[in-house]
């Protein structure tokens, strides 16, 4: 990925995370399985229903180290199957 995070970010620093997925119960927990692995954390999601009830929105505070470590949080997330969307 072509981004400009190390140009406009001083690291490390707290991005919040926007994960749009199909609704389901354990859709917070996968993704904060896989933060874990990436960087260990106590986190706190809040969670939000789309107006049907289809979809869930995931907000959640990651602290990020550098660009890459952007750009990898962005990949494992966009890789969990419920996933649909990562802001």
Excluded: W
């Amino acid at each position: 990925m072509k981004t400009k995070f190390d140009e406009l970010l001083e690291f490390p620093t707290v991005l919040n995370f926007k994960v749009m997925g199909v609704a389901c119960d354990e859709l917070p927990d996968l993704i904060i399985a896989e933060l874990q692995k990436h960087s260990p954390g106590d986190y706190s999601p809040k969670i939000k229903p789309s107006s049907k009830g289809t979809y869930h929105s995931v907000s959640i505070a990651v602290t990020v180290t550098s660009k890459d470590h952007i750009e990898t949080i962005y990949k494992t997330l966009t890789a969990i199957e419920q996933v649909r969307y990562v802001l």
